[in-house]
T-cell receptor
Framework: DAKTTQPNSMESNEEEPVHLPCNHS???????IHWYRQLPSQGPEYVIH???SNVNNRMASLAIAEDRKSSTLILHRATLRDAAVYYC???????????FGPGTRLSVLP | EAGVTQSPTHLIKTRGQQATLRCSPI?????VYWYQQALGLGLQFLLW???????NRGNFPPRFSGRQFPNYSSELNVNALELEDSALYLC??????????FGPGTRLTVT
């Protein structure tokens, strides 16, 4: 079973920031938090991952709560191309396979 | 750099037949993962291979099997196909890291 919970769907307007939440209350100290997204008719693609500290890359930012029981993926300016299903995944061992939940379907309105 | 490639893109089989799906990882990657994405069921983990060995297996019957070759490419075999095996089969690769890179998938249709 997936160890994360996410809202089923969210909506955003184009060019506005989007905050996608994820709860992982049973996270262990060695679990990494991953975010992937799946655009229509494509395989999932890596977005970002982190352990304890907040992380930034060219695609997004990851804000991790101090107790690590929740995290938020931040898209700073949503574009139509960001419409996808976003998955929050915990990985407990180096290289271990992922357990995907249903994810959050993000719709971006023009 | 070439990404993960999968073949064939589409595969149509009859119930009871066998299907073979192939995956070529990114050059230098030693781990290959297989996932099944059936309509309405989300992504389910199938198999994980690393350095030629099976490292983990998801909750699938034994008729789902595979192997990893010395060049790290991989094959997924599904025997005695059933209608519910119709799905998108995704392969991902990784090099001893946390990021997995996914291929475009093979769409298997069982009639």
């Amino acid at each position: 079973d997936a160890k994360t919970t996410q809202p089923n769907s969210m909506e955003s307007n184009e060019e506005e920031p989007v905050h996608l939440p994820c709860n992982h209350s049973t996270i262990s100290g060695t679990d990494y938090i991953h975010w992937y997204r799946q655009l229509p008719s494509q395989g999932p693609e890596y977005v970002i991952h982190g352990l304890t500290s907040n992380v930034n890359n060219r695609m997004a930012s990851l804000a991790i709560a101090e107790d690590r029981k929740s995290s938020t993926l931040i898209l700073h300016r949503a574009t139509l191309r960001d419409a996808a299903v976003y998955y929050c995944i915990l990985q407990d061992n180096y290289g271990q396979n992922f357990v995907f939940g249903p994810g959050t379907r993000l719709s971006v309105l023009p | 750099e070439a990404g993960v490639t999968q073949s064939p893109t589409h595969l149509i089989k009859t119930r009871g037949q066998q299907a073979t799906l192939r995956c070529s990882p990114i050059s230098g990657h030693t781990s290959v993962y297989w996932y099944q994405q059936a309509l309405g069921l989300g992504l389910q983990f199938l198999l994980w291979y690393d350095e030629g060995e099976e490292r983990n297996r998801g909750n699938f019957p034994p008729r789902f099997s595979g192997r990893q070759f010395p060049n790290y490419s991989s094959e997924l075999n599904v025997n005695a196909l059933e209608l519910e095996d119709s799905a998108l089969y995704l392969c991902a690769s990784s090099f001893r890291g946390y990021e997995q890179y996914f291929g475009p998938g093979t769409r298997l249709t069982v009639t």
